[in-house]
């Protein structure tokens, strides 16, 4: 058993994320093969590629929802690769999902509220909380920092779309995490919701690494430093954004040739 004292020393001077020669087999398909990534710490990061290309399975792997055939992957420093998602969330890590997974029936503060909960020493407690609790605290901060203010007394059913997206990202904030891996974030958004998740994205702190996963090129270039491109479950190419965008043969593969 790693003791805090050893994944605190590892932490100081590993990557956030190291996958090494990782691989996903479902029967005859390999969805993932021999996938080398290492992200730094407060790195923010873009995984393109086209449907199938294994940005998915690659993000199942490193939450836990799916343990690697081959390979194995450290978080800061400490092997994970077998340990189940809530030990992974524990260490600091993260995730947003394509498909909302929010309590419709609450109020947009009460979501946050029990996403803090939910990671916190005291979540477990039978005990009301009060007003003045500082999870409540925390909750309304984060509230904030998505832009929700203004509904956070709303019922999460009575939101648009795009606000529960914004809602999706505050829930995923929570706890203070050190790394988060958001899915598709921009997928369904109208034009001025984009802007509105690239500001939110553009203003998440310094030493929070994230990875993103977006089919929408203008979102995912304009909030990340580094971009991996994706084809059939392997690393096509690495680089900047400004590489990555003028590359003729990630336009040719991604692209269709077609992005200006």
């Avoid at 498909?99 to 509220?113: A, C, E, K, P, R």
């Avoid at 407690?125 to 003045?132: A, C, E, T």
């Amino acid at each position: 058993m790693v003791t805090v004292a050893e994944r605190l020393s590892a932490a100081g001077t590993a990557h956030a994320l190291e996958l090494l020669d990782v691989s996903r087999f479902f029967g005859a398909l390999s969805a993932l093969a021999e996938v080398n990534l290492q992200v730094r710490s407060g790195e923010k990061r873009a995984i393109l590629g086209s449907n199938g290309a294994g940005k998915t399975t690659l993000f199942n792997c490193v939450t836990g929802d799916f343990l690697p055939s081959l390979g194995r992957i450290r978080f800061f420093g400490e092997d994970v690769t077998n340990y189940p998602p809530h030990e992974r969330i524990r260490r600091g890590l993260r995730r947003t999902y394509q498909i909302s997974l929010l309590f419709h029936g609450l109020t947009v503060l009460d979501n946050v509220y029990l996403a803090c909960r939910g990671v916190s020493r005291g979540r477990f407690s039978l005990l009301r909380p009060r007003r003045d609790d500082a999870l409540f605290h925390s909750a309304e901060e984060l509230v904030e920092a998505v832009h929700l203010t203004a509904v956070r007394d709303s019922l999460v059913a009575e939101l648009s779309y795009g606000q529960q997206r914004q809602l999706e990202i505050a829930l995923a904030l929570a706890g203070a995490p050190r790394f988060i891996l958001f899915d598709e974030p921009a997928a369904g958004l109208s034009p001025t919701e984009r802007s509105e998740l690239i500001e939110i994205l553009q203003s998440l702190p310094g030493h929070m690494g994230f990875i993103i996963i977006e089919h929408d090129m203008d979102v995912a270039l304009r909030v990340v430093e580094s971009v991996t491109v994706m084809h059939n479950g392997r690393i096509f190419k690495e680089g900047s954004p400004e590489e990555i965008e003028s590359d003729p043969q990630v336009q040719e593969l991604y692209l269709g040739g077609g992005h200006g």
